[in-house]
């Protein structure tokens, strides 16, 4: 029998072997965890808001860039800074580049290596070497290995699940980016809006210290006079002081919205101060989409990023399952190597390239894990945990994805009410100022009433900015709960639990 015949039949009977034995190593590791199938219907919670004909609907809200639909160039503008010069989504971004770094280091492993060589060395043999025609001489030696091979088969799919867990994890990486992205932008869209809001409440404070400085006047003017006593004119300086303190507090606080904004488009603080110096005109309504909850499954990045983890997981116990198994893999040369004594190197390069110094090697190999202290079963139990920790953080992220959409709507719902609420306030306040400036010009009151009706409209309206603003917000938190705009073709089918 031919010795190749008997190193192929050998091989063939050892993979065979431990094949069987290394299944029959592998422990069981028991029921896996599960994705939740079907999350929990939201049809009452979105018919309740849509029962407002005020609010529209839209069957595909909101896109990638949400924030385009308020109209305002200075929030595209800060956007487009922030998207630029953030050092945390360039950190996501750099995150990302690793993983895909990652992937390719993995999907090289399915791929031969093929390398070349060369090599020139001289040497001195001992006076004892087990060589006796060695013995005390000085060589020369040259290796040129054009083509060296090295691949290892992948028989049990260990190599391709590790490509397809480093896949995933570059597909987390991508939706960890983009959910970075989508709660500095939605920061960036609070803060945009409490600035505007504030800047127009400087304004009305501004207004309200002149009329507390009018009714100051008038209550000298009256006690001046004889006509009341000095107690009016204590009340009149003390609300003058609350007055200037709204007025100190709000500038100081849109100072702060002016900083912050700075920090978000990773910016100095000079950046900023231009911003809220003219009026903005924001739209009162956004549409809302048809569909929730499913759809949350497609445009929730944090939601996209826990099912590739658990998908990644789901690879890397493949890989802990293959290594059980044999590993089998190729080695092979091709090239010239020739030695010479010192004393006829002048000869090498000639004998190099000749055919006699030709030289070729193949060798095929198996490694078997036969006893390794239980790192396998070790290693196999690990990812086996992080699988069922992966599933269960996607369930707890789904749930927590429906309770900050529900809590959305019904806060949107609630700051619309009480913005109506305020507005029918504001509208009777107005009339009683008309009133009052009626009552004015008949004799029927002086001015300091006129003046109190202005400062209670001045007050209404200020409040009225505050509730505008929760309204904005509320907005800007359900168009994040949404996913703002961020979209990876998941499927619902696709969640199936892992059989161990």
Not at 333 to 354: D, E, Q, Y
Not at 420 to 438: F, G, M, V, W, Y
Not at 443 to 450: E, F, N, P, S, T
Not at 457 to 474: G, N, R, S
């Amino acid at each position: 029998m031919r010795l190749g015949t008997i190193h192929r039949r050998l091989l063939a009977g050892s993979l065979a072997l431990f094949l069987i034995g290394g299944c029959a190593w592998i422990p069981s590791g028991g029921q896996r965890a599960e994705f939740t199938q079907t999350p929990p219907d939201m049809a009452q919670k979105l018919s309740a808001v849509r029962g407002d004909e005020s609010l529209k609907v839209r069957p595909s809200w909101p896109n990638n860039r949400w924030w385009l639909q308020f109209g305002s160039s200075e929030l595209n503008y800060l956007m487009d800074m922030a998207l630029k010069d953030n050092p945390g989504v360039k950190a996501a971004a750099a995150r990302l580049r690793e993983a895909e770094g990652f992937a390719r280091v993995e999907g090289a492993r399915l791929l031969p290596f093929l390398d070349a060589e060369a090599e020139v060395a001289t040497a001195r043999f001992s006076e004892y070497s087990v060589n006796v025609a060695l013995r005390g001489a000085h060589t020369v030696s040259a290796l040129i290995n054009p083509f060296s091979l090295r691949y290892e088969f992948d028989f049990w799919g260990k190599n391709r699940a590790a490509l397809e867990a480093a896949l995933g994890e570059a597909a987390a990486e991508e939706a960890e980016l983009a959910k970075v992205r989508l709660q500095l932008t939605a920061a960036i869209a609070r803060c945009y809006f409490r600035g505007v809001a504030l800047r127009q409440q400087l304004d009305l404070a501004e207004e309200m210290v002149g009329l507390r400085r009018q009714l100051l006047e008038l209550a000298r003017t009256r006690y001046d006079l004889g006509l009341d006593s000095a107690d009016p004119v204590k009340q009149a300086e003390t609300e003058l002081q609350t007055a200037s303190k709204r007025h100190a507090a709000t500038r100081d606080y849109l100072d702060l919205q002016r900083n912050l904004l700075a920090r978000l488009i990773g910016r100095g603080p000079d950046a900023t101060q231009h911003l809220f110096n003219r009026r903005v005109n924001l739209p009162e309504r956004i549409p809302l989409p048809e569909k929730l909850p499913l759809e949350l499954l497609a445009h929730r990045p944090d939601l996209a990023a826990a099912l590739h983890r658990a998908e990644a997981a789901a690879q890397r116990i493949k890989v802990a399952k293959a290594s059980f198994y044999p590993t089998v893999d190729l080695t092979a040369f091709v090239g010239f190597n020739a030695l010479r004594m010192t004393k006829g190197a002048s000869s090498l390069a000639n004998i190099l390239f000749s055919g006699n110094s030709f030289a070729y090697g193949v060798a095929p190999g198996v490694r078997l894990p036969i006893f390794e202290g239980g790192r396998l079963r070790g290693q196999l139990s690990v990812q086996r945990a992080e699988y069922d920790e992966a599933v269960e953080l996607y369930n707890k992220t789904l749930l927590q994805a429906i309770q900050e959409v529900a809590d959305s709507l019904s806060n949107w719902r609630d700051t619309q009410k009480i913005v109506e609420a305020q507005n029918r306030l504001l509208t009777s306040q107005r009339e009683a100022l008309d009133l009052a400036l009626e009552r004015l010009r008949s004799g029927l009151d002086d001015r300091r009433a006129v003046l109190a009706r202005q400062h209670a409209v001045l007050d209404h309206e200020y409040a009225l900015k505050t509730f505008e603003t929760d309204q904005y917000v509320a907005m800007t938190d359900l168009i994040e709960a949404l996913g703002g705009g961020y979209s990876n073709g998941l499927d619902a089918t696709r969640l199936q639990p892992m059989s161990d």
